[in-house]
């Protein structure tokens, strides 16, 4: 089945601790990002993959690292978290670019920081 | 600067009926359009699209509709279900932007049985 994983799903977390967030992808899918999606402001886009160590930010990078060591994964790290990335996370992957194609998106991974 | 807009947070129509929701743009350099649906809990998923160099695509109970002079799109449902009740998220793309899609606040449908 074609899909994409995020985990965890859910994880609450205190200010400053380094924490990842994982996400695979089965469908070898060249393009890979992340969004966060908050209350009125939907989804905003923070960092992109268009292939293997090639990154580049989105609209929304403060706070946020990420790396593409392989096709299939693509982990947001968040060195020093603070509250207000408490939000809801989603990783997506699409096969061609330009956003002329679907994105496959994960289920989300809700973040809460105290 | 919020290039796509949905204006409405959310709609509530009767089972049966068409629902319309609404979307529009700002930046006319967007030649690529998407509609996703989103259930709680769960990540969103592509419900249908339409390139600038249509003004309709169809696809089973869903038509996605396009007024470039407008720049203005709206997604019709008809016969609305209970199923449908979801947030739905308007998206863009421009060609060449890095696959970049630019997304609106979405809006909340609601369908009453």
């Known amino acids: 089945e074609a899909q994409v994983t995020q985990n965890p799903r859910y994880l609450i977390t205190v200010t400053g601790k380094k924490l990842t967030v994982t996400c695979s992808q089965n469908m070898n899918h060249e393009y890979m990002s992340w969004y966060r999606q908050d209350p009125g402001l939907g989804l905003r886009q923070i960092y992109y993959s268009m292939n293997v160590e090639v990154t580049d930010k989105g609209d929304v990078p403060e706070g946020y690292k990420v790396s593409r060591k392989e096709k299939r994964n693509f982990p947001l790290i968040l060195e020093s978290p603070s509250p207000n990335q408490t939000s809801l996370y989603f990783c997506?992957?699409?096969?061609?670019?330009?956003?002329?194609?679907?994105?496959?998106f994960g289920q989300g991974t809700r973040l809460t920081v105290v | 600067d919020q290039q796509v807009k949905q204006n409405s947070p959310s709609l509530s129509v009767q089972e049966g009926r068409i629902s319309i929701l609404n979307c529009d743009y700002t930046?006319?350099?967007?030649?690529?359009f998407l509609w996703y649906k989103k259930y709680p809990a769960e990540g969103p998923t592509f419900l249908i699209s339409i390139s600038s160099i249509k003004d309709k695509n169809e696809d089973g109970r869903f038509t996605v509709f396009l007024n470039k002079s407008a720049k203005h799109l709206s997604l019709h449902i008809v016969p609305s279900q209970p199923g449908d009740s979801a947030v739905y998220f308007c998206?863009?793309?421009?060609?060449?932007?890095?696959?970049?899609?630019?997304f609106g606040k979405g809006t909340l449908l609601t369908v009453n049985p």
């Open positions: 997506a992957s699409s096969s061609t670019g330009g956003g002329h194609t679907e994105a496959f």
């Open positions: 930046n006319s350099m967007f030649d690529y």
């Open positions: 998206a863009a793309s421009v060609r060449g932007s890095n696959y970049k899609l630019t």
